[in-house]
C-alpha cells in the first residue's frame, strides 16, 4: 500500500521533553513538508526539503528541527523550545506540485 | 510576501443550491493555485488545480489574475460534498513552497 505514513498517531509529552514524529513516503518523491495543523489558521509550513541531505525553514520553523537522510524518511523534531506544541502535524510529499499527504500526528503536551 | 486568504471559516448550504468557497491571493508571480479537501476521517487530498482546468465531482475554479482570485464553485451542491476545503499556492521560485489558506468548513444541509 503506497503512500504517507505518519507514526505515532497520538502522542503525549511533557513540558521540557523534545519529541520526534516519523514520516515515511514510498512514493520515490524527491520532496517532502511538515506542516502544523491548528483550528481557524489552517496549514501552516514548518519545513521543508526537495532532496536528500537539504532542507529550508519554512514560516514557523523556531523550535522544531528536521533531518532528510534519507529519500524516503523525514523526520520532525519538536523541541522543549517549541512554546505552543500541542497541534495536529501533517507530512507530506510533492509530485509535479501535488501533495500527498499521511494521516497526522496529534501532539498533546501536558 | 505569499498570502492565501479564505474568508469564511463556515459555509452552510441546503442540497441543490449553488456553491462559492472564496479564495483570494497574493503573490509577486505567476503562482500555482489549488483547491485540497479533506472529507470527515480522510486524508487530505487535491481536489483540483487551475492548470488543469477540469471539473472535478462537478466543481470548478478559475483563476482571475487581475482580482487575484480562485474561487471553487459548484452549481448544485450535494450532502456528501460536506468537507474542509483549503485553498493552496505554489510559490515557482524559491523552494516551490506551497502555503495554504485557513480553510472553509462547507456544512451541505439536507
Known amino acids: 500500500d503506497g503512500g504517507i505514513t505518519q507514526s505515532p498517531k497520538y502522542l503525549f509529552r511533557k513540558e521540557g521533553q523534545n519529541v520526534t514524529l516519523s514520516c515515511e513516503q514510498n512514493l520515490n518523491h524527491d520532496a517532502m513538508y511538515w506542516y502544523r495543523q491548528d483550528p481557524g489558521q489552517g496549514l501552516r509550513l514548518i519545513y521543508y526539503s526537495q532532496i536528500v541531505n537539504d532542507f529550508q525553514k519554512g514560516d514557523i520553523a523556531e523550535g522544531y528541527s528536521v533531518s532528510r537522510e534519507k529519500k524516503e524518511s523525514f523526520p520532525l523534531t519538536v523541541t522543549s523550545a517549541q512554546k505552543n506544541p500541542t497541534a495536529f502535524y501533517l507530512c507530506?510529499?510533492?509530485?509535479?506540485?501535488?501533495?500527498?499527504f499521511g494521516e497526522g500526528s496529534r501532539l498533546t503536551v501536558l | 510576501a505569499q498570502r492565501v486568504t479564505q474568508p469564511e471559516k463556515l459555509l452552510s448550504v441546503f442540497k441543490g443550491a449553488p456553491v462559492e468557497l472564496k479564495c483570494n491571493y497574493s503573490y509577486s508571480g505567476s503562482p500555482e493555485l489549488f483547491w485540497y479537501v479533506q472529507y470527515s476521517r480522510q486524508r487530505l487530498q487535491l481536489l483540483l488545480r487551475h492548470i488543469s482546468r477540469e471539473s472535478i465531482k462537478g466543481f470548478t475554479a478559475d483563476l482571475n489574475k487581475g482580482e487575484t482570485s480562485f474561487h471553487l464553485k459548484k452549481p448544485f451542491a450535494q450532502e456528501e460534498d460536506s468537507a474542509m476545503y483549503y485553498c493552496?499556492?505554489?510559490?515557482?521560485?524559491?523552494?516551490?513552497?506551497?502555503?495554504f489558506g485557513a480553510g472553509t468548513r462547507l456544512f451541505v444541509k439536507a
Open positions: 493552496a499556492l505554489r510559490a515557482n521560485t524559491g523552494g516551490f513552497k506551497t502555503i
Open positions: 507530506a510529499s510533492n509530485r509535479a506540485g501535488e501533495l500527498f
